[in-house]
């Protein structure tokens, strides 16, 4: 994700975007904790904006989270008390897998960011089975 500029002369503090996170597997990716690639907050009040939210993508034989805590997310960052600094959009999660199993409960998130200035645009989440797995590595390579 991009990160927040400052549109003012004399503002600064913005935020870093998310980043981007790719993990790949042709076997089960079990998701215990969480894969976040959230934007940045912005401590500065005035005239500086937050982190977007980076990009998310899985592709994996199966997804699981065997703890039932698993969260993917992608967040903008938000701005604590602003006047004018506004809110990162969410980010984009991209999640594939060649069996279409899924299991445990896992949480995702794509929200932009909070401000009193403007909220950020809500990001995106995609989730597909793969038709044709590559035969050789096993997982996706075409969409």
Known sequence: GGGAGAWSSGA???SSGGGIIRLITA??????GSVDASGGNSAVQTYSGSGAGGSIYINAGVL???NNLGTIVSTGGSVASA?????G???MVRIYTTS?????????SVAGGVSAAGNGAAGNITEST???PNSTSGYCTAY
């Not at 076997?27 to 215990?32: A, F, N, Q, R, S």
């Not at 006047?83 to 809110?87: C, D, E, I, L, R």
């Open 12 to 14: 600064s503090g913005a």
């Open 27 to 32: 076997g089960t990716l079990d998701v215990k």
């Open 64 to 66: 699981t989270s065997s």
């Open 83 to 87: 006047t004018t600094g506004t809110g």
């Open 89 to 91: 959009a969410g980010g």
């Open 100 to 108: 279409g199993t899924h299991t445990g409960s896992i949480s995702t």
């Open 130 to 132: 793969c038709a044709s």
